[in-house]
Nanobody
Framework: QVQLVQSGGGSVESGGSLRLSCAVS????????MGWFRQAPGKEREGVAS???????IYADFVEGRFTISRDNAKNTLYLQMNSLKPEDTAMYYC????????????????????WGQGTQVTVST
């Protein structure tokens, strides 16, 4: 059974940092591409960052060098280090996994991901 269990998140002041974790089980983690997404109230889910199985990464423009996605294949865990957080980063954050052979590069298109974590809230105050 595929499981993605998220941890981390919480409330911070503007300029602060948080690290999100996503522990996966039930599949060969190293073969999957992984991503982080977020959804603010009243808005559509949007891609934040993605890392392909070979380590290549892609970030949304709004990240502007503030976030770092990483994966530890030995621990079957995905991370998102978020620095210089802004109030507009407030959202529910989700990790996701995908394995389609049709996609050969990292992407932040949520339709390419078939498995999702439970979500974790990130709130950034002014």
């Amino acid at each position: 059974q595929v499981q993605l269990v998220q941890s981390g998140g919480g409330s911070v002041e503007s300029g602060g940092s948080l690290r999100l974790s996503c522990a996966v089980s039930g599949f060969t983690y190293s073969r999957y591409y992984m991503g982080w997404f977020r959804q603010a109230p009243g808005k559509e889910r949007e891609g934040v960052a993605s890392v392909y199985s070979d380590g290549r990464k892609i970030y949304a423009d709004f990240v502007e060098g503030r976030f770092t996605i990483s994966r530890d294949n030995a621990k079957n865990t995905l991370y998102l280090q978020m620095n210089s957080l802004k109030p507009e980063d407030t959202a529910m954050y989700y990790c996701a996994a995908g394995s389609s052979p049709y996609y050969t590069s990292p992407s932040i298109d949520p339709s390419r991901f078939g498995y999702w974590g439970q979500g974790t809230q990130v709130t950034v105050s002014t």
